[in-house]
């Protein structure tokens, strides 16, 4: 549901123009909000439910992306659309990282791998299925209404969810004693994410606005104020925000490292894809999204058997599923440039094999990254693995579609495809060449079995 928002609104987009009058501006607002929110709240919200527990902020936060949810399909002019949309980003904010510390809290060993590959295969349909539900939505519902059950069909996920999670979730365990949340620290990484985030996420307005750009380096020194903030903290005998001993463990430094890289390089497919698609060969909405589809049924997949043979690999899974992603991202570059009629359903077999290599990478090492990582520290240890994830797609997108839109001289929509497919892959390939540095080192090609003691279970 909450992945689903970030990618099911773009195809609403024009019958959100039409019913409400809306101004660029504010469709970019709708859209870069909600991903400039949620990417804000991931760390502070995984400390959170580690510090006051999962089950409860859990909850909290499906009340609150549900009821926004509901006020984005009732909003009645694109401002207040708007700012539903920000308040549905901080409800997923605070949602996604209480599901991997449950995760971390519950489940051991080869069962971990298990249960993240359940997780994973969710991620990837929901990531790549997005403007095919859209579409279909649209079409079923009306273009001049459509755009509202868009938003309408998260209420009753929502709701079963809620009731589910109630009868399912373990109680959160007893605190001997309230654990500070660090709020000076949360106020010096809102500032520094938001200073880097937002000449990202609002790229394409920004590439006029020099001035813009300006503010990412500076958000770069706010994070570095953010770390010594940190280390202060921490030698005060104070509980940090983020545990920066976690980087001294290289499974960890390295899986953050490689979300990052990965996420820069294919997050951005979907996007110049469904762009040339639509806009280039005249795809409907539907259309596009079903010819995306394979990336979802490929990764759900390879997400689920990923997860079941980490354990036993570890972050050899994940070097095979960069490999497999290059792969396909190549062949599908050899289409485009080689295909003249049926683009469409020559890239199914391309796209698949790109799938499969994402199902392999994105489980596999988030179960890798934090398999040495405390279970009491399990949530805020995520949301900084999701916050790379973030920055990385936002780097990604801001890149590749800059790439995209430079191919575009002459109208030329395979040449601007083609340029982006290939950046993509220089990208991916860097992933590929620090995964294999990292698994030639002794000792790291079975990593994931290397768990440090986590306690009971439910523990945290």
């Given at each position: 549901m909450t992945l689903l928002d970030i990618s099911i609104v773009n195809v609403a987009l024009p019958s959100i123009r039409r019913a409400l009058d809306a101004t660029p501006s504010d469709l970019a607002l709708i859209l870069s909000g909600y991903a400039l929110s949620y990417g804000l709240v991931l760390v502070p919200a995984g400390r959170l439910g580690d510090a006051r527990g999962r089950r409860r902020i859990f909850l909290a936060a499906l009340i609150l992306f549900t009821t926004a949810s509901a006020a984005a399909?009732?909003?009645?002019?694109?401002?207040?659309?708007?700012?539903?949309?920000?308040?549905?980003?901080?409800?997923?904010?605070?949602?996604?990282?209480?599901?991997?510390?449950?995760?971390?809290?519950?489940?051991?060993?080869?069962?971990?791998?298990?249960?993240?590959?359940?997780?994973?295969?969710?991620?990837?349909?929901?990531?790549?299925?997005?403007?095919?539900?859209?579409?279909l939505i649209i079409v079923l519902a009306g273009t001049d209404d459509g755009w509202r059950w868009v938003f309408y069909v998260n209420l009753p996920v929502g709701l079963g969810a809620f009731l589910l999670a109630i009868r399912l979730l373990p109680a959160d365990p007893g605190s001997g004693r309230r654990q500070s949340l660090d709020p000076v620290g949360v106020g010096i990484l809102a500032i520094g994410l938001l200073l880097v985030l937002f000449p990202l996420v609002e790229s394409e307005r920004a590439a006029g606005k020099a001035v813009l750009w300006l503010l990412a380096?500076?958000?770069?020194?706010?994070?570095?104020?953010?770390?010594?903030?940190?280390?202060?903290?921490?030698?005060?005998g104070r509980e940090p925000l983020v545990d920066l001993a976690l980087w001294r463990r290289r499974s960890y430094a390295v899986g953050v490292v490689l979300a990052l890289v990965y996420f820069a390089g294919l997050t951005p497919i979907f996007f110049v894809l469904t762009l040339f698609l639509q806009a280039g060969l005249g795809y409907s909405a539907l259309l596009a999204g079903l010819t995306i589809t394979p990336v979802a049924l490929g990764g759900a997949v390879a997400a689920f058997l990923g997860g079941r043979l980490v354990h036993r690999y570890g972050r050899q899974i994940v070097l095979?599923?960069?490999?497999?992603?290059?792969?396909?991202?190549?062949?599908?570059?050899?289409?485009?440039?080689t295909?003249?009629?049926?683009?469409?359903?020559?890239?199914?077999?391309?796209?698949?094999?790109?799938?499969?290599?994402?199902?392999?990478?994105?489980?596999?090492n988030q179960t890798v990254t934090l398999s040495e990582v405390p279970v009491q520290g399990g949530g805020s240890a995520a949301g900084?693995?999701?916050?790379?994830?973030?920055?990385?797609?936002?780097?990604?997108?801001?890149?590749?579609?800059?790439?995209?839109?430079?191919?575009?001289?002459?109208?030329?929509?395979?040449?601007?495809?083609?340029?982006?497919?290939?950046?993509?892959?220089?990208?991916?390939v860097?992933?590929?060449?620090?995964?294999?540095?990292?698994?030639?080192r002794p000792g790291l090609a079975h990593e994931a079995e290397a768990e440090l003691p986590l306690g009971p279970v439910g523990g945290g």
């Open positions: 399909g009732l909003a009645p002019t694109a401002k207040i659309l708007a700012v539903a949309r920000l308040v549905q980003g901080i409800g997923s904010g605070l949602l996604l990282p209480q599901v991997a510390g449950l995760i971390q809290q519950l489940f051991h060993g080869p069962e971990r791998g298990r249960a993240f590959g359940r997780l994973g295969s969710v991620v990837a349909v929901s990531t790549a299925i997005g403007p095919a539900l859209g579409g380096p500076l958000g770069l020194l706010v994070l570095a104020l953010f770390l010594a903030w940190e280390r202060r903290h921490r030698r005060r095979a599923g960069l490999a497999a992603t290059a792969a396909g991202l190549v062949a599908a570059d050899i289409v485009v440039d295909v003249d009629t049926g683009v469409g359903l020559a890239l199914a077999v391309p796209l698949l094999i790109a799938g499969i290599g994402s199902g392999l990478v994105i489980t596999p900084v693995l999701q916050t790379a994830q973030r920055i990385g797609s936002a780097t990604g997108i801001a890149g590749i579609t800059a790439v995209f839109f430079a191919g575009l001289d002459g109208s030329d929509w395979t040449v601007a495809l083609s340029r982006s497919l290939r950046v993509a892959v220089g990208i991916v860097v992933g590929l060449v620090l995964a294999v540095v990292d698994v030639r």
